[in-house]
């Protein structure tokens, strides 16, 4: 007798599944809507309620001038409400993004021009790879024939740049899908990941690979891990899309 169930979105045995009304069973982790994306959030956004007018007798009711007070004792100048202070820090935020995205492009265009040819050394590369195998982190629970060997990079949060000389060797799961890798990813390197519980892209992480040097490329979070391979580059980027 089996006992739990898959969760649909990122693959884990729950003993405790949560059934969605999309007719899909997810882990704790992602039981929210917003947290495996799922298609009745989306339906119920797009399709508003319709509205129904009602006639109703207002005769009886007081006036509204008994009800509220006199505008002109009470005077608010709406420029200094506090919606202002939210509207410029999400300014602020867009503006961070942008900048953000400038300076990834920014680093692979240099990184272009300094940069050495690579070398086609079977025995050099063979060399790396063991390097990068032997200092990779990841989940201790994945099987070794299921490992996928990544260097990582992160857009620094403050300053909105990558460091160059940084590159963190992490393993991933082949069949899990991108979104779980990119969760474990920012276990291990202790990022701040509210993706689960948000839908504000300004405060998501994002997963680009780069080929090239020009050519962006975002990994959707329902794709599988399977499409990496073993040495690829990734880059994390907080709230920037392309």
Not at 51 to 65: E, K
Not at 147 to 162: A, P, T, Y
Not at 183 to 197: F, M, W, Y
Request: positive net charge.
């Amino acid at each position: 007798m089996e006992i739990g169930e898959h969760c649909a979105f990122c693959g884990q045995i729950d003993f405790l599944p949560f059934k969605c009304s999309c007719k899909s069973s997810f882990c704790s982790q992602h039981r929210q809507t917003e947290a495996h994306n799922c298609p009745n959030l989306k339906l119920k956004t797009s399709s508003p309620k319709p509205t129904t007018n009602i006639d109703v007798d207002t005769s009886h009711l007081p006036s509204a001038s008994t009800l509220f007070p006199d505008r002109s004792k009470f005077k608010v100048d709406l420029k200094t409400t506090e919606t202002n202070p939210t509207n410029l820090k999400g300014t602020l935020i867009k503006q961070n993004n942008t900048s953000a995205i400038s300076k990834l492009k920014s680093f692979f265009a240099k990184k272009s021009k300094s940069s050495k040819k690579v070398s086609s050394n079977p025995s050099k590369r063979i060399i790396e790879a063991a390097q990068l195998k032997s200092k990779a982190k990841g989940d201790s629970k994945i099987p070794a024939s299921e490992r996928i060997f990544i260097w990582v990079q992160v857009l620094d949060e403050e300053n909105n740049q990558i460091d160059k000389d940084t590159k963190s060797p992490m393993f991933i799961s082949r069949g899990w899908p991108i979104g779980r890798g990119l969760d474990s990813i920012a276990t291990q390197l202790k990022l701040k990941n509210i993706n689960n519980r948000t839908n504000d892209s300004s405060q998501r992480l994002f997963l680009f690979k780069v080929e090239n040097g020009e050519n962006f490329i975002k990994l959707n979070t329902s794709d599988r891990c399977s499409s990496l391979k073993d040495g690829d580059n990734v880059y994390i980027v907080r709230g920037t899309e392309v």
